[in-house]
């Protein structure tokens, strides 16, 4: 069962434009990561967030927590060929395990 | 460190084989993992270990499948009377008990079944 719901699932977009991942969910979350796994590969850990309202910056990669710690945005400037990958959230809270999101597919044309 | 290890990479198999994935997870960590992603979907959780203790199974997890952490080092996941719905790239992570740090994920391994 997956809880978290991103959007857009697939995202093509031209070298240098700005988008923004979507990444939604009806529970709350004590923590909220963001991964990206290329194809063959596994996730490679980006950010974690803790923190309702919280925003981390990674060079041209913005993340923010929302305030009720139920929904994340991943938002990319100025997209580069190397951003090609698939964005997984995944939420965690006291458990044991994280909730991966269903992916959102992006390719940044040159 | 060379961070989490799997092997195989590949595992072709014939419906009704047995097969079995081995991990090596990063040696101060004490959780392992063990999640399914089939294509275009995010990683599902099947297990974890603290330390050799199974302290967790998904409901994925049947009968036909099992892991060990022997010695809370590497782990075996094994996939009796395999079926084509097993098809899957099988991953595995470790992490320190403090699960906020992130997971590091293997290569995994990519399970075809024909």
């Known amino acids: 069962t997956q809880l978290l719901e991103q959007s857009p699932q697939f995202l093509s977009i031209q070298e240098g434009e700005n988008l923004t991942v979507y990444c939604n969910s009806s529970?709350?979350?004590?923590?909220l990561q963001w991964y990206r796994q290329e194809p063959g590969e596994g996730p490679v850990l980006l950010v974690t967030?803790?923190?309702?309202?919280e925003v981390k910056k990674l060079k041209r990669l913005t993340f923010q927590f929302g305030d009720a710690r139920k929904d994340s945005s991943l938002h990319i400037t100025a997209a580069q060929p190397g951003d090609t990958g698939l964005y997984l959230c995944?939420?965690?809270?006291?458990?044991?395990?994280?909730?991966f999101g269903t992916g959102t597919s992006l390719t940044v044309i040159p | 460190d060379t961070g989490v290890s799997q092997n195989p990479r590949h595992k072709i198999t014939k419906r009704g084989q047995n097969v079995t994935f081995r991990c090596d997870p990063i040696s101060e960590h004490n959780r392992l993992y063990w999640y399914r992603q089939t294509l275009g979907q995010g990683p599902e959780f099947l297990t974890y270990f603290q330390n050799e203790a199974q302290l967790e199974k998904s409901r994925l997890l049947s009968d036909r499948f099992s892991a060990e952490r022997p010695k809370g080092s590497f782990s075996t996941l094994e996939i009796q009377r395999t079926e084509q719905g097993d098809s899957a790239m099988y991953l595995c992570?470790?992490?320190?008990?403090?699960?906020?740090?992130?997971?590091?994920f293997g290569s995994g391994t990519r399970l075809t079944v024909v």
């Open positions: 995944a939420g965690g809270n006291t458990g044991n395990q994280f909730y």
């Open positions: 529970s709350v979350f004590s923590s």
């Open positions: 992570a470790s992490s320190l008990t403090q699960g906020a740090s992130g997971y590091t």
């Open positions: 967030v803790v923190t309702g309202g």
